[in-house]
């Protein structure tokens, strides 16, 4: 349950900080995340969860406001031809992002100790 409390405290943390500023702003409060986790597997989960979520949020909020026009026109340049499976992939980059920025966190604090 400790898990889920961080997480949720995490994504609260997140999405307004991903919803002003730029993408790359969101990967540095990641590696605070990791650093701020007690092992390898929270950091990553916690930072790469929350992040993939906020950044999830923001997209289904964009494509109801329609921003599915854009999402069509992205995916059959990318030959994708499915504006749902470039969703996809959009969601799973920022968990990667986040994972490894959340890992670098922890190898930072264990650097340090």
Known sequence: MDFFKKLAISICILF???YFLPWW????IC?????????????ILKAGIGLSSCWAIMLVFRWLSGGHILMERIAEMFSVNNPFLLG??????PL?????????????KEALD
């Open 16 to 18: 307004p900080i991903l």
């Open 25 to 28: 702003s969101g990967v540095i």
């Open 31 to 43: 590696v605070i995340i990791g650093f701020s986790s007690n092992t390898y597997k929270d950091s």
């Open 88 to 93: 996809l992939i959009i969601i799973l980059l």
């Open 96 to 108: 990667f992002l986040g994972g490894i920025s959340g890992l670098t966190g922890k190898f930072i």
